[in-house]
Every structure is written in C-alpha cells, then in structure tokens.
C-alpha cells in the first residue's frame, strides 16, 4: 500500500492471492481497484484483506477465509450483513482464517481453522 493508499501487488499469483484478473505470477507491480479508499490491508499466506475508510472489508485469494464462495481472482467486497451493518475499523487475514473488528467492539472470525481461536463465553 502506498502512502497515498493505492495497493499494488506482485509475486506469486496461485489461486488469485494477487486479486489480479489473471492467477499468474508477476514481478510487475499492479494497482487493484475498490470503490473506497483503502485504510488497511493484510496478507495472509493464500488470502488478502482490505478494509476501506468507510468500514467496509475485500477480500481476495483462496478458501473460505475469503467470506465469500470459492476462490477469487479479484477483490470481492463482503456482504455488509455479515458483519451486522457494523463498520470494520480492522482486519486480519491468517492461514486458513480471517477476523475482522466492528467499531462496536464485537470481533468477527471466518473461514477454517476456527478451532484455534478462544471461544465465547455467551
């Protein structure tokens, strides 16, 4: 990510990790586009996450840490449901897994490998 927010990627582009169009590799750095400015981003090992400044999450890459079906080529905004309507002020994107934080406190976990973080108490 630049300092002007604008995120590039490059490398290994198996299973669409690069949020490219195509899942080849490339050392060439290539801009990915939202609808938003973006505040953060994360990467995982085969996953990527974005949040905007808005509170809204992309996600891109392999699995079911994605929030989405299958794979992804490119970024896929997460349905705002999923998250309650709340705005997502942080996200993480782990091996197989991703968590994102709302604005209201509550902490939201998605994907496999779900076992390896503590469980609620509710």
Same mark, same amino acid.
């Given at each position: 990510? $630049?300092? #002007?927010? !604008? /995120? &590039?990627?490059? %490398? ?8 490219? @169009? =195509? +899942? *080849? ?26 949040? $905007?400044? #808005?509170? !809204? /999450? &992309?996600?891109? %890459? ?8 299958? @794979? =992804? +080529? *490119? ?13 997502i ?13 709302c604005?209201?406190?509550?902490? &939201?976990?998605? %994907? ?7 469980q609620?108490?509710?």
């Open positions: 990510m $630049t300092k #002007d927010n !604008a /995120v &590039y990627t490059s %490398g290994l582009g198996e299973n669409g990790r690069l949020g490219q @169009s =195509s +899942s *080849g590799d490339t050392d060439l750095p290539t801009r990915l586009n939202f609808d938003s400015p973006i505040a953060s981003i994360s990467c995982g090992t085969r996953h990527s996450l974005a949040v $905007t400044q #808005d509170g !809204a /999450v &992309y996600s891109w %890459g392999y699995s079911g840490a994605l929030g989405v079906e299958g @794979s =992804s +080529s *490119g970024p896929v905004k997460i349905p705002q449901e999923y998250f309650k309507g709340h705005k002020i942080s996200a993480s994107a782990a091996n197989d897994f991703s968590v994102a934080l604005d209201q406190g509550d902490l &939201y976990a998605w %994907g496999e490998g779900l076992e390896q973080l503590p609620s108490t509710e």
